[in-house]
């Protein structure tokens, strides 16, 4: 079950702590006020592992596990059935992985959650990175269909799956909102409030504006992480939505 929409802006972002270490991790999880949801991604969890979780957790914090599984059907089940067991409420996977390892992680999922009295997760698929560009993606993986429409069909995999929901940047959003009504999810990232720097992202949009486009919930980093005072950035990303 996708988790329930709350007009509550706070239970919109999801701060993506993008940090080396636990402890950098979780001062910055400390220092914001009314902070609800936090994504821990690759590099976090491979210096950390399931302790962060566990910790962050521990502070009444909501966890996105963002370690976009891609194996054969039985290892995505087990990795789903632990990270569900860990009591991570979004957690994602690659579409590409196929239909059976999309149906074997989706049931163990809800099994792993079962197994210690928790609410059923949310897996989100991964559809395709926004870090390929359009021509290298055709080329390299011999793909002839834009980019747009692989997007769609992995998505629509993932729904025939049973997923709950998908991970899509700004330039998808609105399609995919189009093709799957709430209360599939859509988390969007590459957010920037008006006047931050967009960094490394191509397109971006405001809080607002993938609100608008139909996101369920947004994954805000560096305009929060790397702000001068992440609460004040926090606040004011909140403000934005309010
Ligand atoms: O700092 P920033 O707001 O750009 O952080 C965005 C977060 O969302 C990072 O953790 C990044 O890995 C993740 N992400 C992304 N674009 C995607 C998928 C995930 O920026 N297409």
Do not use: N, Y
Not at 27 to 48: C, M, N, P, Q, T
Not at 87 to 105: K, M
Not at 106 to 127: D, K, R
Not at 180 to 202: E, K, N, W
């Amino acid at each position: 079950m996708p988790p329930a929409f709350s007009p509550d802006p706070a239970e919109t972002i999801i701060l993506a702590l993008d940090r080396p270490d636990a402890p950098s991790a979780l001062a910055l999880a400390d220092a914001i006020a009314g902070l609800r949801w936090v994504k821990v991604g690759l590099e976090l969890f491979s210096a950390a592992g399931p302790a962060v979780v566990t910790d962050l957790r521990d502070r009444g914090l909501r966890v996105f596990l963002d370690l976009k599984f891609h194996d054969i059907p039985a290892t995505m089940a087990g990795a789903c059935r632990s990270a569900a067991r860990l009591g991570a409420e979004l957690i994602t996977v690659h579409a590409c992985a196929g239909s059976d390892a999309l149906g074997a992680a989706q049931a163990a999922a809800l099994e792993g959650a079962a197994s210690v009295g928790l609410a059923p997760p949310t897996l989100l698929a991964v559809t395709v990175l926004t870090s390929w560009p359009p021509e290298r993606f055709a080329a390299e993986l011999a793909i002839a269909e834009p980019v747009s429409a692989h997007v769609e069909r992995l998505a629509a995999l993932a729904v025939a799956a049973g997923l709950g929901g998908c991970v899509c940047s700004p330039l998808e959003v609105a399609a995919l909102r189009a093709a799957h009504p709430q209360p599939f999810t859509l988390v969007t990232p590459g957010i920037r409030p008006a006047g931050s720097a967009s960094g490394d992202q191509r397109r971006v949009l405001t809080p607002a504006q993938a609100m608008a486009a139909g996101a369920s919930q947004l994954v805000i980093g560096r305009p929060i992480s790397a702000a001068p005072d992440p609460a004040v950035a926090f606040q004011a990303c909140c403000a934005e939505l309010g």
